[in-house]
Structure formats: C-alpha cells, structure tokens
Nanobody, 127 residues
Framework: QVQLMESGGGSVESGESLTLSCAASGETNSRYCMAWFRQAPGKEREGVATITADGNTTYTDSIKGRFNISQDASQNSVYLEMNSLLPEDTAMYYC?????????????????????WGQGTQVTVSS
C-alpha cells in the first residue's frame, strides 16, 4: 500500500497556470503506474494523465498540449503542471497509484484500475 497526498490546488483565472504535487509514502519501492484524475460536481471521475516508473506518459485528449505530468523519484512525488487553464478544468484533482503498468484507453486511465488514492485538491478556474 502507498499513501498519497495532493497539494497545490487553488483559484486562478482563465489562462493562468497551476502545478499540482502528489507526495507518496509507504511502500514506495514498488514500481507504480501513477495517475491524475479529476472530478467536477455532478460528473464522473475522469482520467487526466498517467506516468510509468520508466517515465512513459499518456494524456487524455481534452488536456493534451496544456498539461504535463512528471515525477521525481528521489522525492517520491508526481506533478501535474497545468497551463492555459480553462473554466472547464475546474474540478477536484486526485492522485492515484497502482503497482505495475498503466492501463489506458485513448490516453485516459480508468479509476477502477487504481486501488490507492489521495484525498484530492480543488482547482477552480474563473472566466
């Protein structure tokens, strides 16, 4: 099991940037697929991006070219750099981890694949 804690959310205006962080603790020696999800009020949880232990990344179409997922193994941390934010990016953002490879469909991970979740960090983008 790995424990995850997100940080870095906040309120910004359209076009601005934010970088989210996810700090992992616990059984961090295993090789994990790390992912970012988001969930807006009244909507299903949506997979945003994944990164493997080897650094391979995937992105869902709606954020390609604007978001960048990265990791720092020495810090046991994963990051989501979000640029050119739009009001439709407003959501609670969650970090997730699952041992092994990443499983994605059209660049987007499915929440049912992941068994380790953080508590989330809120991102609000105003127009």
């Amino acid at each position: 099991q790995v424990q995850l804690m997100e940080s870095g959310g906040g309120s910004v205006e359209s076009g601005e940037s934010l970088t989210l962080s996810c700090a992992a603790s616990g059984e961090t020696n295993s090789r994990y697929c790390m992912a970012w999800f988001r969930q807006a009020p009244g909507k299903e949880r949506e997979g945003v991006a994944t990164i493997t232990a080897d650094g391979n990344t995937t992105y869902t179409d709606s954020i390609k070219g604007r978001f960048n997922i990265s990791q720092d193994a020495s810090q046991n941390s994963v990051y989501l750099e979000m640029n050119s934010l739009l009001p439709e990016d407003t959501a609670m953002y969650y970090c997730a981890a699952e041992p092994g490879v990443c499983s994605v469909v059209r660049g987007s991970p499915h929440p049912a694949y992941f068994s380790n979740w953080g508590q989330g960090t809120q991102v609000t983008v105003s127009s």
